[in-house]
């Protein structure tokens, strides 16, 4: 007999013990008693490996406290309709008058059997996100060859269960959701609640540490990079903390935002401190830390010394570049100026990082923040939209705007949100082309759901009541249809949906949209995202550059990315985080099309592929030639060599990164560039013929 102790932090871990189980074994039966989809999904895709080989499967799991969702239950119903082979039984009432009546269903067994031997895991482990991936979890594995002992224990447990519990099906998965939806109280061990303690989270710690450490080198400004949801006005608020300012001045773009990071402030730092409101309608200049809005500020600048605020923090700095940031920015001489954003890329080419003298001390991107859960993952649904032609432009947009607001567009719609509806009450955010659509989708839909819709014309306390009421369990709000208002800056941390009603053709504001939906809440365990695509061009080049973003390295290679979407992504690498990317076959089939057509070896990408490889290298200076051969994910120095920068080919690495205004570059003749490009021929056939030989 053998034994194996288990956690998620020995070499072998818990997760890894089940998954390679699944792989080899000829049956296998599950005792769980709690199993939440965010956590299934990290084992389903080698539970139905298993059971398509042949393999026989059990699984019995419960509803005690109410946690086990209906999610999982119906990806076990949907398998045991694939596959004879499979059976999950729920112990819903089962054990009422009989001597498990009294008792909660609280085992956690895993029963393997091979070929030549048997295998029983037990311990603390469900099958939820944080018990595979987080918790202090405590299992044993212990392997018999066939011998009377404690797998045989086990296994009649397990029949003795199998017998007292009932077959999952329909009827009873609909009257369990019913229960659900009328539960008193319902607990989720999938929900962090540290999280709500006021403490800087692992980002936090990291980025505090180095702003720190830039400013004992006597930087003065810097930008913070880090992904919607992650906590950025809590960092601005724990970086002034150790600061200590005697003055403090925070600027947004939006009204609305501005409450919400007074309030975290003051979380913070209590009444030690003064706080007011500078916008059009209040003007509480004299407080100690100031919350204002750009235009308020811009307009108001000359009742302000130079010198009135030791700390400035400029929040959503992606906008900076716009004439009233660089204005107040130009104006103000504080002793420390901190910029805040998810996207400093910008569409116009603008350059956000001059502003802050391109001194980024951390850099904490969506993919980060999902990887070190931070924020929930989410499960995306690019859904061919056949009813809408997304081609029209101009005048014929209006034409476009009445086919979405036909009733058998909307019907489609409903069916989509029904067939993804999370569990309880739909709390959505859908984002619209134009306030005509935003208007026309509301009163549409409006017939199936409780829905509003909310414009640049709606004042700051009809969005806020919007928000809670979306957010509000109590109340009937299901959707809230907008423009662009939400895009950023927006706390509507219960928002279990978004959908991507328009060709939103921008990556920045796709990722920004998507982040609506990605902050942490109680009972949330993840956001479901449907993208409603059409035949658009930009549109599904976009799609394909915005989740390839989320790569640990992203290069715009043209088979690369052709790769991630033939495969639904998965090379990215975040399905082990709950992440779930699904692009039906014939929108696959046209995004791969436009890729094919897209010239990627223009100079707009092969920038956007020589930053991030420099980025992902950790050089503070440009990369070298061995760089690119020593990593796998590099891109193709080639392509950097035949670009056209300022009118003339590059033929050298050297001449790329002058054209593209690299700095710290050595100085060389015409001459001993062309010397080099010989040198740099002979040096890669060396490199090959090694290979070759």
């Known amino acids: 007999m053998e034994h194996q102790f288990l956690t998620n932090y020995t070499e072998i871990t818990f997760l890894d013990k089940i998954k390679d189980n699944l792989r080899h074994c000829k049956s296998f039966d599950f005792s769980v008693s709690f199993i939440k989809k965010a956590g299934l999904v990290l084992l389903f895709k080698d539970i139905e490996a298993a059971v398509e080989r042949g393999c026989k499967g059990r699984i019995i799991t419960s509803t005690y406290q109410n946690f086990t969702d209906i999610e999982s239950l119906k990806s076990f119903y949907a398998l045991m309709g694939r596959c004879s082979n499979f059976q999950c039984h729920l112990d819903y009432e089962s054990f009422h008058g009989t001597d498990y009546s009294t008792l909660g269903y609280h085992s956690k067994g895993y029963l393997f059997e091979f070929d030549d031997h048997r295998e029983l895991v037990i311990g603390s482990s469900n099958i939820t996100r944080y018990a595979l991936l987080k918790n202090i979890e405590w299992d044993v594995s212990v392997k018999d060859y066939f011998v009377n002992g404690a797998y045989d224990d086990a296994l009649k447990e397990f029949e003795e269960k199998w017998s007292a519990t009932e077959l999952l099906n329909a009827e009873l998965i609909v009257k369990y959701a019913q229960r659900l939806s009328y539960a008193i109280e319902r607990w989720d061990m999938d929900y962090d609640l540290s999280a709500s303690k006021i403490k800087p989270n692992y980002m936090q710690k990291k980025a505090l540490k180095e702003l720190n450490r830039y400013r004992a080198i006597g930087v003065n400004r810097a930008l913070t990079i880090a992904s919607a949801g992650s906590g950025k006005t809590y960092l601005a608020a724990f970086d002034a903390l150790n600061f200590n300012p005697k003055r403090l001045l925070y600027i947004v773009h939006e009204g609305s935002i501005l409450r919400k990071s007074l309030e975290t402030f003051q979380e913070v730092f209590g009444k030690n401190v003064s706080y007011g409101i500078y916008s059009g309608t209040s003007k509480q200049s004299d407080a100690d830390f100031v919350f204002a809005t750009n235009i308020t500020m811009c307009k108001t600048l000359e009742l302000f010394s130079k010198n009135e605020f030791d700390y400035i923090i400029i929040d959503e700095c992606h906008h900076a570049t716009a004439e009233t940031y660089k204005k107040i920015i130009g104006y103000f001489e504080p002793e420390f100026l901190l910029g805040l954003t998810a996207t400093p890329e910008r569409m116009d ?345």
């Open 349 to 693: 080419n603008q350059d956000v990082f001059e502003l802050f003298d391109h001194n980024v001390p951390y850099e904490l991107r969506l993919r980060d923040a999902i990887a070190n859960d931070l924020v929930v993952p989410f499960k995306y649904f690019g859904i061919r939209d056949k009813l809408v032609d997304y081609g029209l432009t101009g005048n014929e947009e209006r034409r476009m705007i009445a086919q979405m607001a036909k009733e058998d567009h909307c019907d489609f719609i409903a069916e989509q949100i029904e067939k993804h509806r999370p569990q309880g009450k739909l709390k959505a955010l859908a984002f619209c082309r134009n306030v005509t659509h935003a208007r026309m989708m509301c009163e549409a839909l409006g017939e199936r759901y409780h829905t509003a819709y909310l414009t640049g014309r709606n004042d700051i306390g009809e969005r806020v009541r919007a928000y809670n009421d979306l957010q509000n369990d109590a109340h009937n709000l299901e959707i809230l249809f907008t423009v662009d208002i939400l895009n950023e800056g927006v706390d509507i941390p219960g928002v279990n949906m978004v959908l991507f009603l328009r060709p939103t053709e921008s990556t920045t504001i796709f990722i920004q949209q998507l982040g609506r939906g990605l902050r942490k809440y109680t009972n949330k365990e993840y956001v479901t995202v449907l993208d409603f695509i059409g035949n658009s061009y930009k549109r599904s080049v976009q799609i394909a550059f915005a989740l390839g973003s989320l790569s640990e390295n992203f290069v715009m290679e043209k088979r690369l990315l052709a790769s991630l979407v033939k495969d639904d992504f998965t090379a990215l690498g975040l399905a082990d985080y709950g992440v779930e990317i699904h692009i039906d076959d014939l929108s696959k089939e046209e995004i791969l099309e436009y890729i094919d057509k897209e010239n990627f070896n223009s100079l707009k990408y092969l920038k956007q592929d020589y930053f991030n490889f420099k980025k992902y290298i950790g050089s503070e200076f440009y990369p070298s030639h061995v760089d690119y051969i020593n990593n796998d994910c590099a891109p193709d120095l080639i392509r950097f060599m035949s670009i056209k920068t300022r009118g003339k080919k590059n033929c050298s690495y050297y001449n790329f990164l002058r054209g593209i205004g690299e700095e710290n570059l050595p100085v060389f003749t015409e001459k001993q560039i062309d010397l080099s490009i010989i040198c740099l021929v002979c040096f890669h056939l060396c490199v090959y013929m090694s290979i070759r030989s």
